[in-house]
């Protein structure tokens, strides 16, 4: 069998793919105590995803840190995320019949905020369908960039070109995992869509989840 039609590895995506995450963002919450709200709101995300994204725990030092960026008074900085996840109807069915193809492991950004609480209501759901539960807390970087696939493929023994991603965002999953040098199943959702150059037959799009397995099992050489 060609390398272009094996597939050893399969990463997706959770939020807005396998199910919807509930609470109120980390982003919204502590843009709702900052005075940046008004005149930078845009600072809170930058500060999420360059901070919150990549420390494996929140201490009292990158707490420190966080206030300092947006301008917050330590005491009323956040301490009750209440964060969950409620997956969709047909994420259990894909997730059994992608299994069927590959190990299955997910790639989500999370901040170490509500990731804890997160990741067990994934495990929860799919635990018996993952074999492990990869977020960017946890692996020190975030979507899209592209050692994460590269470091998830090789601490499973398989080489990029075996790996197929699976993801809605068109930022962080298509362009990350494409230029990590994996195949990407882009679950569109809305909005108009602009692929990178040359991409070819790399980058499949489907418009339900349901229709990935069958996307990824093409590219597998397997028979629906």
Request: net charge negative.
């Amino acid at each position: 069998m060609t390398p272009e039609h094996t597939v050893q590895l399969i990463t997706i995506d959770i939020g807005n793919t396998l199910g919807e995450f509930t609470g109120r963002s980390t982003t919204d919450r502590l843009r709702e105590v900052s005075p940046f709200r008004e005149v930078a709101p845009h600072r809170t995300a930058e500060a999420v995803r360059a901070l919150l994204h990549r420390e494996p725990e929140l201490t009292d030092d990158l707490v420190c840190q966080m206030c300092q960026r947006l301008l917050i008074p330590y005491g009323n900085f956040p301490t009750d995320w209440d964060r969950g996840y409620v997956p969709y109807e047909d994420a259990s069915a894909t997730l059994d019949e992608l299994a069927t193809i590959a190990p299955v492991v997910t790639l989500s950004n999370m901040a170490v905020t509500g990731g804890p609480e997160r990741v067990a209501a994934v495990r929860a759901a799919h635990g018996h369908q993952l074999e492990e539960v990869y977020t960017s807390y946890r692996l020190g970087g975030a979507k899209p960039e592209p050692w994460l696939w590269r470091m998830i493929a090789d601490r499973r023994g398989v080489h990029i070109d075996r790996v197929v991603h699976i993801g809605d965002r068109l930022d962080a999953d298509v362009y990350g995992a494409y230029f990590a040098g994996a195949r990407v199943v882009h679950l569109r959702k809305e909005g108009s869509t602009v692929y990178p150059p040359f991409s070819g037959d790399h980058i499949r799009t489907v418009f339900r989840l349901s229709d990935a397995a069958a996307a990824v099992r093409a590219w597998a050489g397997l028979s629906a």
